[in-house]
């Protein structure tokens, strides 16, 4: 990894009043340490529970903190940078609105570089540096250590904070007998961006690899989100002296432990003498924009679905004895990874031979999650000549609403600028969408006000909702996708996916196969 320089930076919080015009930020970044320009994104965190870092409290709980971005184009050293107040904030909008009260304030500096593209524009985007496109963690980002500050009407105070911090790089996990790490250039997409990307794997081998030379393997591919490790795999038994957490998410105390215990469970089945031998991978293919590519060719990212399945699948079937056929390889995944998988066997029917997607992203963008891309006119509000209805985004087991799509969109534009959050709608937009005159994605829709554009909802639906694609093309689609497609969701979806599950089982049950 480069040696990245320190980088010092001021911020002056002139805390008169949270309401008054004369707050200001006035940011200044060290000379004497910093020698090239900076470019990135400035976020200024801030946070009244102490639980953690503000970097990492930022999310689409009720439970978020607070944070304010900014871009930072050209920043030359020793050249102060005031701190824009009309910077958008999540989950207040602006600054001027912050409650009086004590916080711990914290600034992080997302940085980005320069990427000259093969269409011939330049943008500038956070590079993956091994963490998965996750900003908070990023290495070679820089931060400050989180104080104390006080904002009241009555302060008079200026606070200076400085960036001394820097992410360290992540440490590539180990081989072991049966996991395997690697890694490939691919000239696809070297092309496209223009500097060498690599593309990676967690390869999961089957019992008796090394000592049948001779043997060779079908392939189970797995999509979703960046793996760090091959996860779910455990050779020896649950830690005896594991303290049981508590997850929230499925109302389990302990589910640590079940997790650990799972996960050796299918150790000792997959060297058991009746269990099928064949090879796992799981995929890695983060990018400028999100911790996965979304497995398919993109007018913003590139020809990810081309790399996958025509260099990188070849390359470890080669290296591990795979059987290097169609008929001997399928796909599967849940949420992203579901959509990648249905995706992936729609647009290269012959290449696999079966895909298995659990509650996969919208595959019909009737129901982007709760949001008709063809005939609402705003994703935020449900249409209504009197009253504005927030729509929901996030939903419990038991039906609560968490946060809306609104909220969901405005923390990713508090994060970012031009799709570069490194989340979940901007990714979505990032895929589907064409590319702008200015090199970036085309927005899907306005990112404060959510009025949808309708000639990009139009591109998206011929090029990206796979019930549209596979019914306008079932005549030949059909016969190649017969038997190979299953899908499964459940009736209550957090972010709603089984709306469009819906609407492509109609297709397939009463349409397709009308029998």
């Given at each position: 990894m480069k040696h990245l320089p320190l980088l010092l930076l001021t911020i002056l919080l002139s805390c008169q009043s949270a309401t008054k015009d004369d707050f200001q930020i006035n940011i200044l970044l060290d000379q004497s340490i910093v020698q090239e320009a900076q470019d990135g994104r400035l976020l200024l965190l801030l946070s009244n529970d102490s639980t953690a870092e503000p970097r990492f409290q930022i999310n689409d709980n009720p439970t978020t903190q607070q944070v304010f971005g900014m871009d930072a184009d050209d920043w030359q050293p020793g050249v102060p940078l005031e701190f824009d107040l009309s910077s958008f904030g999540y989950p207040i909008k602006d600054i001027r609105d912050l409650p009086a009260g004590e916080y711990s304030v914290q600034v992080l500096f997302n940085r980005y570089e320069t990427f000259n593209l093969s269409t011939g524009q330049t943008v500038k985007l956070p590079p993956e540096m091994g963490e998965g496109?996750?900003?908070?963690?990023?290495?070679?980002?820089?931060?400050?250590?989180?104080?104390?500050?006080t904002i009241s009407p009555d302060a008079q105070e200026s606070i200076e904070i400085t960036l001394d911090q820097t992410i360290e790089p992540i440490a590539p996990p180990e081989d072991t007998k049966y996991i395997k790490h690697v890694k490939m250039q691919s000239d696809l997409l070297t092309e496209f961006w223009g500097r060498p990307v690599e593309l990676g794997a967690n390869v999961l081998l089957p019992e008796g690899f090394d000592e049948h030379p001779e043997a060779r393997y079908p392939l189970m591919i797995f999509h979703g989100h960046f793996p760090y490790d091959f996860g779910g795999f455990r050779t020896s038994p649950p830690d005896p002296d594991l303290e049981p957490d508590y997850s929230a998410r499925f109302d389990v105390k302990g589910y640590n432990k079940i997790v650990q215990q799972e996960a050796y469970d299918f150790y000792q089945q997959w060297i058991s003498e009746d269990f099928p031998r064949f090879i796992i991978i799981e995929i890695q293919h983060a990018n400028p924009y999100y911790d996965d590519s979304y497995a398919v060719n993109s007018a913003n990212l590139g020809p990810y679905g081309d790399a996958?399945?025509?260099?990188?699948?070849?390359?470890?079937?080669?290296?591990?004895?795979?059987?290097?056929?169609?008929?001997?390889?399928?796909?599967?995944?849940?949420?992203?990874?579901?959509?990648?998988?249905?995706?992936?066997?729609?647009?290269?029917?012959?290449?696999?031979?079966?895909?298995?997607?659990?509650?996969?992203?919208?595959?019909?963008?009737?129901?982007?999650?709760?949001?008709?891309?063809?005939?609402?006119?705003?994703?935020?509000?449900?249409?209504?000549?009197?009253?504005?209805?927030?729509?929901?985004?996030?939903?419990?087991?038991?039906?609560?609403?968490?946060?809306?799509?609104?909220?969901?969109?405005?923390?990713?534009?508090?994060?970012?600028?031009?799709?570069?959050?490194?989340?979940?709608?901007?990714?979505?937009?990032?895929?589907?969408?064409?590319?702008?005159?200015?090199?970036?994605?085309?927005?899907?829709?306005?990112?404060?006000?959510?009025?949808?554009?309708?000639?990009?909802?139009?591109?998206?639906?011929?090029?990206?909702?796979?019930?549209?694609?596979?019914?306008?093309?079932?005549?030949?689609?059909?016969?190649?996708?017969?038997?190979?497609i299953h899908i499964y969701c459940g009736d209550m979806d957090n972010y709603y996916l089984n709306n469009a599950v819906y609407l492509t089982e109609d297709f397939l049950e009463n349409t397709a196969n009308p029998n």
């Open positions: 496109q996750q900003w908070n963690r990023k290495p070679g980002n820089f931060y400050s250590e989180p104080r104390k500050i996958i399945t025509y260099e990188l699948i070849p390359f470890i079937e080669e290296q591990f004895r795979g059987i290097g056929e169609g008929w001997s390889r399928f796909l599967y995944g849940g949420s992203t990874g579901g959509w990648e998988a249905l995706a992936a066997q729609v647009f290269y029917p012959d290449e696999y031979n079966g895909c298995f997607a659990a509650c996969p992203d919208p595959i019909d963008f009737r129901a982007y999650c709760l949001v008709n891309l063809y005939e609402d006119k705003n994703a935020y509000y449900y249409e209504s000549n009197l009253k504005q209805a927030l729509r929901p985004g996030h939903r419990d087991y038991l039906g609560d609403v968490s946060s809306t799509v609104q909220d969901m969109n405005h923390k990713e534009l508090a994060l970012a600028t031009k799709s570069r959050s490194g989340q979940q709608f901007d990714i979505w937009e990032a895929v589907y969408s064409p590319m702008g005159e200015d090199g970036y994605p085309q927005r899907i829709w306005d990112k404060e006000t959510g009025e949808i554009n309708p000639e990009v909802a139009q591109y998206w639906k011929e090029n990206y909702d796979l019930r549209h694609i596979m019914e306008s093309n079932w005549e030949t689609l059909g016969p190649k996708l017969e038997g190979k």
